[in-house]
Antibody, heavy 121, light 107 residues
Framework: QVQLLQSGAEVKKPGASVKVSCKTS????IDWNLHWVRQAPGQRLE????????????KYSQRFQGRVTFTRDTSASAAYMELSSLRSEDTAIYYC??????????????WGQGTLVTVTT | EVVLTQSPATLSLSPGERATLSCRAS??????LAWYQQQLGQIPRLLIY???NRAPGIPARFSGSGSGTDFTLTISSLEPEDFAVYYC?????????FGQGTKVEMK
């Protein structure tokens, strides 16, 4: 079965960086793209961007442009999200999510369990 | 950026009642819209894709409609497990975006 297992909770100081991993199993890693979505406490889901796991192409929400980097390691069937220059507003649960195809339309369907990142002095 | 505006923010209903949730896009997104359900403390679950198609395993009481800029999610008869937050999500253009959510709470 498809599984996405994310790394554990992180506590960071303002200005630091965080790297969250998303280790996948149960399918051919390079066949499906991954999204990163975050959710601040009590807030809406926020789309951060997307990585084409096959060729490494990325698309980032402008809101995070310049601060976020998505990478992948095909040998490990894993993807990574690194967010730099952290501020308190970045405190959130970060999710990776794999797409599924419905007649050529692709939507996030399989989700990791989420990684809580807390930014605090 | 396509802004998705959901209404109402909160819907207070009783089990067995019908729920109607709205999602309006700031520009046309054709039918490239999905609905997700998120129960408290849980990960999102895909309910509806391409505006009107139920995802695998989703009960028939959930239905979606609309195209262009106006979309609706209907729950025909609320079950206790349906009390949750619902988000619409567009994949028509970059950046993809989510609505701010509608909370369906028990009256």
């Amino acid at each position: 079965q498809v599984q996405l297992l994310q790394s554990g909770a992180e506590v960071k100081k303002p200005g630091a960086s965080v790297k969250v991993s998303c280790k996948t199993s149960g399918y051919t890693f390079i066949d499906w793209n991954l999204h990163w979505v975050r959710q601040a406490p009590g807030q809406r889901l926020e789309w951060m961007g997307w990585i084409n796991v096959g060729n490494g192409d990325t698309k980032y929400s402008q809101r995070f442009q310049g601060r976020v980097t998505f990478t992948r390691d095909t040998s490990a069937s894993a993807a990574y999200m690194e967010l730099s220059s952290l501020r308190s507003e970045d405190t959130a649960i970060y999710y990776c999510a794999r797409e599924i195809s419905f007649s050529g339309y692709y939507y996030p369907f399989y989700w990791g369990q989420g990684t809580l990142v807390t930014v605090t002095t | 950026e396509v802004v998705l505006t959901q209404s109402p923010a909160t819907l207070s209903l009783s089990p067995g009642e019908r729920a109607t949730l709205s999602c309006r896009a700031s520009q046309s997104i054709s039918d490239n819209l999905a609905w997700y359900q998120q129960q408290l403390g849980q990960i999102p679950r895909l309910l509806i894709y391409t505006a009107s198609n139920r995802a695998p395993g989703i009960p028939a009481r959930f239905s979606g409609s609309g195209s262009g800029t106006d979309f609706t999610l209907t729950i025909s008869s609320l079950e206790p497990e349906d009390f949750a937050v619902y988000y619409c999500h567009q994949r028509y253009s970059w950046p993809n975006t989510f609505g701010q959510g509608t909370k369906v709470e028990m009256k």
